[in-house]
């Protein structure tokens, strides 16, 4: 495996996130993809992505994690794991997995896949494909999960919650369970991308939060041993921000189907910044020195009372696509913190859209808006 660099500059990222398309047959309406999807024709090809994939190497990445939209809609999918693989990096696919089958999961298996994680939107059918915008999806996740398991492939089920499948919570649980997966996501949706377009269809009320994290903290203590349990609430109700990505451009690094390198998958929201892509540029010197990257890496930016603040190199300040979403500036500090004066003003929001009837899904597809 290549070592990871010493020396000058910012730490080498520790995972990449490669988005290989955006096509993907799932329309689902909390897509965390830009509302403007790149089309087919401006992809990056299999030769460009083996070369970003020897260059992450070389610059000290450790885990690459195939995804899109649905990775799978690309035909080299096996042979892009194959050479990362090759490079000595840990290979994840994040997939809707509803184009896999037998022989496709064989092949990624021989080609060096190391994990999978299948997205869930349900635990039956019904409620999953409603939500997916796809018949038949959730019937073949759940076969496509058993064949995971068959080829002794480590399996993650990735449960994103809203308000419209959070009350299915502990189904969803016994689900994983019977399926053996060895952990589960129970992500709250965060509003970026179709998301935030989604949001008053997609908000919890707090009474459904605090349910659920009872039901989770349950869960942990039961299966301890059996299932490990991650757990991401909405920014909404937080007091703190998170740690968002690890920090701007500090752990991550994403690139684009087209090919531009970005700190995070919504980064793109910041129509201010500049983003390079791998077809003009090293991604090591975009990753050191892109302006881009070094705008809200650290704590240097940070306006006050971040810059003062005692956790400041533990959340990083938070989400700068939340702060412009909903302050409208990216350096303005993030509403879920308590102490921005626009923290009253999110979980406003939330209270009210949540304690509303929800509205029709905008499902994620091209010309959606």
Not at 28 to 41: F, M, V
Not at 66 to 87: C, I, M, N, T, Y
Request: proline residues 6%; charged residues 20%; glycine residues 8%.
């Amino acid at each position: 495996m290549t070592g990871r660099v010493a020396g000058p500059g910012p730490e080498p990222p520790l995972a990449l996130l490669a988005e290989l398309t955006h096509r993907c047959p799932l329309q689902c309406p909390y897509c965390s993809n830009p509302l403007a999807l790149e089309r087919a024709a401006s992809e990056l090809d299999t030769a460009t992505w083996c070369r970003v994939f020897d260059e992450a190497a070389a610059l000290g990445v450790l885990q690459v994690h195939f995804s899109g939209g649905e990775p799978a809609a690309r035909k080299d999918l096996e042979a892009l794991v194959a050479h990362a693989a090759g490079q000595g990096l840990y290979t994840n696919l994040i997939t809707s997995a509803v184009l896999l089958d037998a022989k496709r999961i064989e092949a990624l298996a021989k080609a060096g896949l190391n994990h999978v994680q299948i997205s869930l939107q349900d635990h039956e059918p019904r409620g999953a494909d409603r939500i997916g915008g796809y018949a038949g999806g959730h019937a073949k996740k759940l076969d496509v999960a058993r064949l995971v398991r068959a080829a002794g492939l480590p399996l993650t089920l990735n449960a994103v919650m809203h308000r419209q499948n959070l009350d299915h919570l502990e189904a969803m649980i016994e689900l994983a369970v019977g399926l053996g997966a060895g952990r589960l996501e129970v992500a709250h949706v965060q509003y970026y991308g179709w998301g935030l377009r989604n949001r008053a269809a997609l908000i919890p009320t707090r009474a459904q939060l605090e349910r659920a994290t009872e039901i989770v903290t349950a869960a942990r203590a039961r299966l301890k041993g059996t299932l490990v349990i991650d757990y991401v609430v909405p920014d909404y109700y937080a007091r703190r921000p998170k740690s968002c990505m690890g920090g701007w451009a500090r752990r991550f690094v994403n690139i684009s189907p087209a090919g531009k390198v970005l700190p995070c998958h919504a980064a793109e929201t910041i129509t201010t910044l500049s983003y390079e892509s791998v077809t003009d540029r090293p991604l090591a010197a975009i990753w050191r020195d892109s302006p881009a990257f070094q705008r809200f890496r650290g704590t240097a930016w940070m306006p006050e009372p971040c810059r003062s603040c005692d956790r400041r190199e533990i959340d990083w300040g938070g989400c700068r696509c939340q702060a412009l979403a909903i302050a409208g500036q990216a350096d303005a500090v993030d509403p879920a913190c308590e102490m921005s004066p626009l923290h009253e003003h999110l979980t406003a929001i939330a209270a009210g859209e949540s304690g509303a009837p929800a509205p029709e899904f905008t499902y994620r597809r091209i010309g959606a808006l």
